[in-house]
């Protein structure tokens, strides 16, 4: 890909924003070229500055606003539009999914020439203090003190934040007293990054760290985690070397699915839904959708620690999940045990971007079929998908795979896509997940 021309000294000009793309950028068409508008919002007139130069579009910020959207409203956090963690805090939550509703039913139209017979409505949650889980950036600029947060928008640079509204308060209003911390550090430079695990009866804080820590750096930690009741984990290599510090024997982090009586228990760094409140519901309606009962065979492919596995054994069918990483197969397997259904619940390590149907050991033939797959889809596995499957729930983080892999299931393999709808799962910022059933 050719880097982007930059453009120093263009003048500001009036454009008309027709919608948003992925990012929660503005859309106008300027000289027949699309210009994405950081700030600009769908029906906003706004003087904007082009800022770069692609070969099919360029790029541009917004100077000031010559009629506003009445959907815009003021931000709740003083860094919007530096930060980039959050790009829609400008529009009115209602707005934010419905944007993302049509986003994906315009991706599911245009990319895989189907409709929904039937739209879900959206799943809302908290829109503040939700995030549970986070990476945040550590940078120690020699012109000032360090800085913890997220980066810039489009920049490596570490935003110069006091506190952060959408992470869990536990965490978001600390960013002050973690750099702090940082600050303190005989090498501050030596810690790249802060990995964020939230409970609600625990906090975890990961360091990584470049190089052994000095006997003061540890005793630093380690008063930080007594001070604010957290616990303070290291991790001086790869995941492998993860250990606690404080407490030396901290509790077990957990998550519950009350709807299911279960408990899922995992470590720091393994991934999990960041919004918890949002993941109950979106199991709840994977399980409407998918209608596990007694003697069916379930396939759960990306399954994770087992989010939508053991809600479907606590139902009564017979479940194998497939997971890539053999960290969270093992976890899986530990969270079916403690919660007394590993007679119905069985975990499998396989490379879905590589594995077929058939390499699956499981007793009978496939019933039903759940996938939750990375941006990329699940384009692999589905194409060995058995003819016995008469009911998918996809669980989708990146519409533009799920239209893609919705256009195989329907016009190749004879499936119907009898229902679609969002799951806002990461409300200010431009993420649409959502969940589909397609049925035989």
């Known amino acids: 890909m050719s880097r982007p021309k930059l453009i120093r000294d263009a003048l500001p000009e009036r454009v008309r ?11 106008a068409r300027v000289d027949g070229k699309v210009l994405f508008v950081d700030g600009a919002l769908p029906g906003e007139e706004v003087l904007a500055r082009r800022t770069e130069n692609h070969k099919t579009f360029e790029r541009g910020e917004t100077v000031a606003l010559l009629k506003s959207s009445s959907l815009r409203v003021p931000p709740p956090c003083p860094h919007f539009g530096l930060c980039g963690g959050c790009s829609l805090q400008h529009l009115e939550m209602t707005a934010q999914v419905a944007i993302k509703q049509r986003q994906l039913e315009d991706n599911l139209w245009r990319i895989g020439k189907v409709r929904p017979q039937r739209i879900l409505p959206p799943i809302f949650g908290p829109i503040l203090g939700y995030r549970s889980k986070a990476r945040l950036s550590v940078r120690t600029p020699k012109t000032r003190g360090a800085l913890v947060g997220f980066r810039e928008r489009s920049s490596n640079y570490v935003v110069d934040m006091q506190q952060c509204l959408v ?79 404080f407490p030396e024997q901290p509790g077990t982090l957990h998550y519950d699915l009350p709807d299911y009586q279960l408990r899922m228990r995992f470590d ?36 994770g620690l087992g989010n939508f596995t053991l809600p479907i054994a606590r139902l009564g069918a017979e479940v194998l999940g497939i997971e890539g990483d053999a960290r969270l197969v093992a976890l ?13 619940a069985r975990y499998q390590v396989a490379d879905l971007t590589r594995a077929q149907m058939g390499d699956f050991q499981i007793a009978g033939k496939i019933d039903k079929m759940l996938i939750d797959p990375p941006r990329s889809g699940a384009m692999e596995v589905l194409q060995s998908l058995t003819p016995s499957v008469a009911r998918l729930v996809y669980v989708s983080c990146n519409p533009a795979t799920l239209a893609r892999d919705a256009e195989y299931l329907v016009h190749q393999r004879g499936y119907t896509l009898r229902a679609a709808g969002v799951v806002n799962m990461f409300p200010h910022t431009a993420h649409v997940e959502s969940i589909a059933l397609f049925e035989k």
């Not at 924003?17 to 859309?27: A, K, N």
């Not at 899986?332 to 119905?344: I, K, V």
């Open 167 to 245: 992470l869990d308060p536990r965490v978001g209003q600390r960013i002050a007293a973690l750099r702090v911390l940082i600050g303190q550090m005989q090498s501050p430079q030596d810690f790249p990054q802060i990995e964020v695990a939230c409970t609600p009866d625990a906090v975890a804080l990961v360091f990584r760290h470049m190089r052994p820590l000095a006997d003061s750096d540890l005793q630093h930690l380690r008063q930080f985690g007594q001070d604010h009741d957290l616990q303070i984990w290291l991790q001086p290599r790869g995941p492998d070397t993860l250990h606690p510090l």
């Open 268 to 303: 720091p760094l393994v991934f999990t839904q960041v919004n918890q409140p949002v993941n109950q519901v979106m199991v709840r309606r994977a399980m409407a959708l998918l209608r596990p009962q007694a003697g069916d065979h379930i396939l759960d492919l990306f399954c």
């Open 332 to 344: 899986a397997t530990e969270n079916a045990a403690a919660n007394g259904l590993s007679a119905l």
């Open 17 to 27: 924003i027709e919608s948003l793309d992925g990012e929660g950028r503005g859309i």
